[in-house]
């Protein structure tokens, strides 16, 4: 139990192009989703606070209009990397919290590789 | 979140146990202590979580000290795939907020 899928787990794209990465929770449903990323040899960073029904929440130094959150239903999370550039490519990893099996546990997604030509 | 402190890396050998020490000084009463481990190129995965008690689950033990300013993840019989980097980190009740890493420990075994 407590899975999280993402998709795609590795995406090429070119330089300006938008890249969206999907977040699901496969048995439990998740009222609030977290999209962290990671550069290469970093530990995870928090990017933003994705709540069903409602704005995301970003960190601060996290453009919201570059990266773009949807929580539309309490099993799908997505982000939208817009016009994105080299210096976005990272690992993007999304993680939902199971409130079923206790509000302090979050669940992690497999990841994401972006690489931006 | 509170900040965490744990040594860098870590080197143990196979089928022998494993003391992951985390240090949290300035813990509150609230914040729980959880273990999070994290394999090359995947996403973290759930080790074990608690709030005073000691705690025991398939994957691991967790032992909280007394004052709750230090714990210790615990692998009774490490193997190969137990190699990673782990990750203890204070979240207050509720689980409203992300996660705040810090560098973690990067668990060697040696064959």
């Known amino acids: 139990g407590a899975v999280v899928s993402q998709h795609p787990s590795r995406v090429i794209c070119k330089s300006g192009t938008s890249v969206k990465i999907e977040c699901r929770s496969l048995?439990?449903?998740?009222?609030?989703m977290f999209w962290y990323r990671q550069f290469p040899k970093q530990s995870l960073m928090l990017m933003a606070t994705?709540?069903?029904?409602?704005?995301?929440?970003?960190e601060q130094g996290v453009e919201k209009d570059k990266f773009l959150i949807n929580h539309a239903s309490l099993t799908l999370s997505t982000l939208t990397v817009t016009s994105a550039h080299p210096e976005d490519s990272s690992f993007y990893i999304c993680?939902?919290?199971?409130?079923?099996?206790?509000?302090?546990?979050?669940?992690f997604g497999p990841g994401t590789r972006l690489l931006v030509l | 979140d509170a900040k965490t402190t744990q040594p860098n890396s870590m080197e143990s050998n196979e089928e022998e146990p494993v003391h992951l020490p985390c240090n949290h000084s300035?813990?509150?009463?609230?914040?729980?202590i959880h273990w999070y481990r994290q394999l090359p190129s995947q996403g973290p995965e759930y080790v074990i979580h608690?709030?005073?008690s000691n705690v025991n689950n398939r994957m691991a033990s967790l032992a909280i000290a007394e004052d709750r300013k230090s714990s210790t993840l615990i692998l009774h019989r490490a193997t190969l795939r137990d190699a990673a980097v782990y990750y203890c980190?204070?979240?207050?009740?509720?689980?409203?907020?992300?996660?705040?890493f810090g560098k973690g420990t990067h668990l060697i075994i040696q064959p």
């Open positions: 300035t813990i509150s009463g609230t914040d729980y």
């Open positions: 608690g709030l005073t």
């Open positions: 993680s939902a919290r199971d409130a079923g099996r206790g509000a302090e546990t979050q669940y």
């Open positions: 980190i204070l979240s207050s009740g509720g689980g409203a907020d992300g996660l705040t």
């Open positions: 048995d439990f449903q998740a009222t609030t």
């Open positions: 994705s709540n069903e029904g409602s704005k995301a929440t970003y």
